[in-house]
């Protein structure tokens, strides 16, 4: 293989991939849609549009294999966030190359995965690589706003998808540390499971200069007090007290021995604190809580008649929601209404005893010795929810090495891929499906 050429044709393919404008609202993904349905047409790999509704376009594409093992399913995500482009250095869909990076919405979210995994298909055929299974390529519409009209839909309506082995999605990344060594490999198994919660506060409206005690602002924020003090108890999973277990060699003596039985640390208070200082670490230990919209008054002379409040709840999964409301219930009071307005799925960990895992594995051992494949469970939530569901084995693992640093750039400002990266994550994809479909 000449990856060099690869790179360079991969490299062109994302700058104009990214040029093609699918910000949802509204998405437009049969844009982008179209734009692989090109590529795959042009090397004879069929695929097939589906749009659901105006403009909503995924495309499902497959490489054939002699179907003795089940397929597996290479997921990405046409659509990405909106820009706040005044604040780009670039054009954020102008698809530049700048100092060894490609710069754009979604060169990382998750243009440059669609277009690694395309890469992916092309070279194993232009290989003739003999497959014992289908590798399935999906580009989904719709991730950003709840996968109603790309991967929920899908699951619905194309029966190859649910018959997956085996599915690797967004997620989790090659961890450089601050030197731009590699660190650990973070492969998530599971997700957080949403619970979003309206809080609501009645009282009498009037006028402001003669303050009354039935102000729905005053109950509200006192309601509210005693609930962003919560510390919800901690709820260890097999597979978190794993990545803790597997991170401990990497820390200083002190922590390390907290890092390997993370249950019997939690009980230090010190370390406990310190720990969950760290916002992810802190996600991956607890059921958590985020206010995010307060909304009430609209003038200031004006008592209003109400006011409402929104929580974003991530629980571990396997938390009871019930239990969860009724302590939340208590520490609200009897005077706030509380509405659930969404609540996801809780699915069990996808399992780790696996050729995909180990695949992953064996390719971090020879790619980078000495660094940990690492099961994270992701603090947010991506359309692999929908497909643990349906019982596929489903991984977090973007292909690709990043700083923290770098990572801050998903959903921000100057989004960028380093070059290098697309060359990475297209060797370490064709090594790992030879691994495990041949
Ligand atoms: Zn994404």
Same mark, same amino acid.
């Given at each position: 293989m000449d990856w060099d050429q690869l790179l360079n044709v991969a490299t062109h393919y994302l700058q104009d991939y990214i040029r093609v404008n699918t910000v949802n609202p509204p998405g437009n993904e049969i844009e982008g849609a179209k734009f692989f349905k090109k590529v795959f047409d042009s090397e004879s790999i069929p695929c097939e549009l589906f749009e659901p509704s105006q403009g909503r376009g995924s495309l499902l594409a497959i490489l054939k294999g002699n179907g003795t093992k089940d397929p597996i399913l290479l997921l990405n995500h046409i659509d990405v966030v909106p820009v706040e482009k005044e604040r780009w250095e670039v054009d954020p869909f102008g698809g530049i190359v700048k100092d060894g990076y490609l710069y754009g919405r979604g060169a990382l979210d998750n243009k440059s995965m669609g277009i690694v995994e395309m890469m992916a298909l092309l070279i194993l055929k232009r290989e003739k690589i003999p497959l014992k299974r289908d590798i399935l390529f999906f580009a989904a519409a719709d991730e950003e706003t709840g996968g109603r009209w790309g991967i929920q839909w899908a699951l619905d309506h194309i029966p190859l998808l649910k018959q997956s082995a085996y599915a690797l999605n967004e997620g989790g990344y090659v961890m450089l540390d601050e030197t731009g060594r590699p660190d650990r490999y973070e492969v998530s198994n599971a997700q957080k499971v949403i619970l979003q919660i309206k809080l609501k506060a009645r009282g009498t409206s009037g006028h402001a200069s003669m303050p009354h005690s039935d102000n729905p602002n005053v109950k509200l924020v006192q309601a509210l007090e005693p609930l962003t003090k919560w510390e919800t108890p901690y709820h260890i999973l097999p597979t978190v007290k794993d990545y803790f277990l597997k991170m401990a060699p990497k820390q200083p003596a002190r922590e390390r021995e907290f890092f390997e039985d993370i249950e019997k640390g939690l009980r230090d208070p010190s370390f406990s604190v310190w720990l969950t200082s760290?916002?992810?670490?802190?996600?991956?230990?607890?059921?958590? @809580?985020?206010?995010?919209?307060?909304?009430?008054?609209?003038?200031?002379?004006?008592?209003?008649?109400?006011?409402?409040?929104?929580?974003? %709840?991530?629980? @571990?999964?396997?938390?009871?929601?019930?239990?969860?409301?009724?302590?939340?219930?208590?520490?609200?009071?009897?005077?706030?209404?509380?509405?659930?307005?969404?609540?996801?799925?809780?699915?069990?960990?996808?399992?780790?005893?696996?050729?995909?895992?180990?695949?992953?594995?064996?390719?971090?051992?020879?790619?980078?010795?000495?660094?940990?494949?690492?099961?994270?469970?992701?603090?947010?939530?991506?359309?692999?929810?929908?497909?643990?569901?349906?019982?596929? @084995?489903?991984?977090?693992? %973007?292909?690709?090495?990043?700083?923290?640093?770098?990572?801050?750039?998903?959903?921000?400002?100057?989004?960028?891929?380093? @070059?290098?990266?697309?060359?990475?994550?297209?060797?370490?994809?064709?090594?790992?499906?030879?691994?495990?479909?041949?």
């Open positions: 760290n916002p992810i670490f802190n996600a991956m230990v607890r059921d958590t @809580i985020s206010l995010t919209v307060l909304q009430a008054g609209s003038k200031v002379n004006v008592i209003p008649s109400e006011s409402t409040a929104t929580l974003d %709840c991530r629980l @571990i999964p396997g938390s009871s929601k019930e239990e969860f409301l009724k302590r939340l219930k208590g520490r609200l009071g009897d005077e706030i209404e509380v509405e659930v307005i969404a609540e996801g799925q809780s699915h069990p960990p996808s399992s780790l005893k696996t050729d995909l895992f180990h695949a992953i594995d064996r390719f971090a051992a020879e790619s980078d010795p000495g660094c940990p494949v690492v099961p994270l469970l992701l603090p947010g939530a991506t359309d692999s929810r929908f497909l643990r569901e349906k019982g596929v @084995i489903t991984y977090d693992f %973007c292909p690709f090495r990043l700083t923290e640093k770098e990572l801050m750039r998903v959903h921000g400002n100057d989004e960028r891929i380093a @070059i290098e990266n697309l060359g990475f994550g297209m060797r370490m994809l064709v090594k790992i499906l030879k691994d495990v479909a041949t």
